[in-house]
């Protein structure tokens, strides 16, 4: 990274198997993955396919990390903001920071379909309704105002009283990872202190119908990097960190578990929805990332994978991975059973679950894993692996439109 | 560091190319048109709005590739191929690995996303369009405008409400500094379909009327009138040898409480205290009331009141508008003049009595829900 260090203080994390890092580490610790059936709106497919879907209470999760939501409130968030919400108090409570150094700072947020689960039911039922020949749908405008991508942002902006520079990244499901890179930046060039930075996205009828559209979901759940697996599950939820330089962080005394180390980013030009079939675009995002945290593939202790499970990803991944480290070098799996895959929240939980790793020095299972896949040579961590010596982990997210993102983590001992 | 704008698209309400941009905004052309809407429960509203000319695609872009954009889309990728060709660069001679898209848009692709719900609302939930589904990404537009070019470098897409446009400078300016790249296609569009309409109509934010002349940006009392379009630019850095049509000095995005101090950080890049001022003054009561305030924070920050121009009155107040008001920024300091805002479909030329040709511009955007941006731009040397 240029100049400055950017040092992680808080983590915040939400999803299917809990509202807490600690729910995380239970899970993990478990193997119990969060996936179950569609209990959040009616489908027709919730009877074939599992979801990764958060079952907890938003409101109350957020109270508990924060304050209670007044009702008003409430009324005009979508389930994304409150997922933010929720993760992003959990975040700035281990971080401790002052309302001044908040003030100071923005919030970088990836989304892809935040406020949908709001918008799409408007539509849905002004659709019905003009089938019926109702005219007005039940849903208000408030359902409206809260589908723009930049809601999530701006609800946590002012949640947080944040004066810096606040916007949401919408690279598909590298956006949170995105985010994360591109918060971090600023902080290494100097233009913010203090950064609130992650991904969010709820489950929605469009992501659950699109996905199923493409082929791509299985009705068994991911089993990533397995040789039988048949696709993977959509899922949602909440990654935030708290980003700051690293004197800063210092200065004021914070724990500091890891720094963000290195941020690679690239494109494949190759399909709308397809990855490069040799994982190009994936291989320079993870060396860029390299190269930014002036590491070496060895210096690599476990690789976070995107590992959706999806016939094409799990290749070009594992083949990217292969080339960049050479077989078998590195320990590596996907975390999408415990979570399912929450899109743009995907690579800022990834995050979440790296520091964590270097925290407790282990290194997360592949659930679900049964024959390794045969197209590359990878070593998978197929149950929780003690790793007293870790330093440096890798995370990769890579989205439609061939938008690949890595994200290097160091450990700071304390 | 600031970086250079080499090369310019537009596809807006004034025609499908910078130079249509330019003739109307020096002849007050008038491109706000009766459109006809139809809503939700299947009735028709007719109205007022801004809608773009169709870009021709043809010669621009491989028709296979075409074939899968949108109306949205193509509007984005032909202004980026007319971005490219106005700077002067032969697309084959790009290095893949160094060249980037940044895109801002507030709501993405809305036809297409309409059109994949629609699908599994008549065929059922199993048989949704996997192709409008695909084109209904937010990113879609930066993806596409890549597989277009065949680039490989930074490639983002920002969302920040009405500041969409400017989000996606700040970060390609940013990206620039940090030498992650040697030329970026920084843009902003969106597009009005009926389902937008309605949005806005539901919100009591467009105006109905269909007999108005135009949109006022400067009478609060009236709703404002929407439109669509996109525009993209040529970003470079400063080390670069093509010719510059502007130079961008700084860009920076906030939170309207930090504002005055974003804008002070931004204008204290400006080597001439004789700036012209724009901003995003649009239509709409809210909308001007944000203004407003923005404004007086701007005269606080310059040290006097100076007089503040817009161009929506000319191409429509829509949420990445911005793009294009910054085209006809970069056209004002390229081409050593100033345009007269437009309103109600006429030229406002007393608003820019005694004003010269600008050679530096600080523009301010107070955005809804309290966001801020500015950006500095200085005509070339």
């Known amino acids: 990274m240029p100049t400055r260090a950017v040092a992680i203080t808080g983590l915040g994390l939400v999803g299917a198997v809990g509202s807490s890092v600690a729910a995380w580490r239970a899970a993990a610790a478990g193997e119990k993955s969060g996936l179950k059936r569609l209990t959040l709106f009616e489908s027709e497919l919730a009877a074939e396919i599992p979801v990764g879907q958060y079952d907890g209470d938003l409101p109350a999760d957020f109270a508990a990390a924060r304050r209670p939501l007044t009702r008003r409130e409430f009324k005009r968030m979508s389930r994304g903001d409150l997922l933010a919400l929720v993760a992003a108090a959990q975040a700035t409570g281990e971080a401790g920071l002052s309302q001044t150094a908040l003030s100071q700072g923005g919030v970088y947020l990836g989304q892809s379909v935040c406020g949908t689960f709001s918008s799409e039911r408007y539509y849905v039922e002004s659709w019905r309704n003009a089938q019926n020949g109702v005219a007005q749908p039940r849903a208000g405008v408030n359902a409206l105002y809260v589908h723009e991508p930049a809601q999530s942002v701006d609800v946590l902006a002012r949640e947080f009283g944040l004066g810096g520079p606040c916007t949401s990244f919408m690279t598909a499901c590298s956006s949170g990872a995105n985010a994360i890179g591109r918060a971090a930046l600023l902080i290494a060039r100097g233009e913010a202190e203090v950064m609130l930075a992650g991904g969010a996205d709820s489950l929605s009828r469009i992501t659950l119908n699109g996905f199923h559209s493409l082929q791509l979901v299985s009705p068994d759940g991911p089993r990533p990097f397995d040789a039988q697996r048949t696709g993977m599950t959509v899922g949602e939820g909440a990654g935030m960190l708290v980003l700051e330089s690293l004197e800063h962080a210092k200065a004021r005394g914070a724990k500091i578990p890891a720094l963000l180390s290195g941020y690679g980013h690239s494109c494949d030009a190759h399909h709308l929805t397809a990855p490069h079939p040799q994982g190009a675009g994936a291989f320079a995002a993870m060396k860029d990332a390299l190269r930014s945290a002036e590491l070496e593939p060895g210096d690599i202790g476990y690789i976070n994978a995107h590992g959706t499970s999806t016939l094409d990803n799990d290749r070009t991944e594992a083949l990217a991975i292969a080339r960049l480290f050479g077989d078998a070098a590195v320990p590596v799996s996907s975390t999408m059973r415990f979570f399912g895959h929450t899109l743009a929240a995907s690579g800022a939980m990834k995050a979440v679950l790296c520091v964590e790793a270097l925290r407790q020095r282990k290194l997360w299972p592949n659930l679900g894993l049964r024959t390794a896949l045969a197209e590359a040579q990878l070593d998978l961590v197929r149950e929780i692996r003690q790793a007293p010596g870790l330093k440096h982990v890798l995370s990769n997210s890579f989205g439609f439109g061939g938008n690949n993102a890595a994200l290097v983590f160091t450990r700071v001992d304390p | 560091m600031s970086a250079r704008v080499t090369g310019l698209g537009v596809v807006s309400a004034l025609g499908p190319d910078a130079a249509a941009l330019l003739a109307g905004l020096r002849q007050g052309a008038n491109a706000c048109a009766v459109h006809e809407f139809k809503y939700l429960d299947g009735h028709t509203v007719r109205a007022p709005a ?108 920002l969302s920040q409400r009405d500041l969409s446009f400017e989000a996606a400078l700040v970060s390609a300016l940013h990206a620039l500094e940090n030498g992650e790249a040697d030329l970026l296609l920084v843009g902003g569009g969106d597009e009005l379909t009926p389902l937008m309409h309605e949005f806005g109509a539901r919100m009591r934010q467009v105006n109905l009327n269909p007999v108005t002349p135009g949109l006022d940006p400067f009478l609060p009392t009236h709703p404002t009138m929407p439109g669509d379009g996109a525009a993209v630019f040529v970003l470079e850095p400063d080390r670069g040898q093509r010719k510059a049509m502007a130079r961008l000095e700084a860009a920076a995005i906030g939170r309207t409480a930090a504002s005055a101090k974003t804008l002070a950080r931004v204008a204290a890049r400006a080597n001439s205290g004789d700036l012209l001022v724009t901003t995003n003054r649009g239509g709409g009561r809210t909308a001007a009331r944000l203004r407003d305030n923005a404004d007086k924070t701007v005269d606080v920050v310059l040290g006097r009141a100076r007089p503040k121009l817009t161009h929506r009155g000319a191409f429509g107040d829509f949420a990445s508008a911005g793009a294009l008001q910054f085209a006809a920024n970069v056209l004002m300091l390229s081409g050593r003049e100033v345009f007269a805002p437009m309103s109600r479909g006429r030229l406002r030329n007393e608003l820019v009595a005694g004003l010269g040709p600008p050679q530096t511009i600080l523009h301010d955007a107070a955005g809804i829900s309290g966001s801020h941006a500015c950006y500095l731009l200085t005509s070339e040397p």
């Not at chain 2, 296979?64 to 193509?74: G, I, P, Q, S, T």
């Not at chain 2, 191929?81 to 848009?105: E, S």
């Open chain 2, 50 to 157: 801004y809608m773009a000319a169709t870009p021709e695609a043809k010669g621009l872009i491989d028709p296979k590739k075409l074939r899968r954009m949108d109306r949205f889309c193509r509007m984005c990728a032909v202004a980026a191929r007319q971005a490219l060709a106005t700077a002067g660069i032969d697309v084959a001679r790009l290095d893949p690995a160094r060249t980037g898209v940044v895109f801002g848009t507030a709501f993405g692709a809305m036809t297409t996303t309409q059109a994949f719900v629609d699908s599994w609302l008549k065929q059922g939930e199993r048989h949704g369009s996997p192709l409008n589904f695909m084109n209904s990404v937010h990113g879609i537009v930066a993806s596409q405008i890549a597989l277009d070019l065949g680039v490989t470098g930074v490639n983002l897409t």
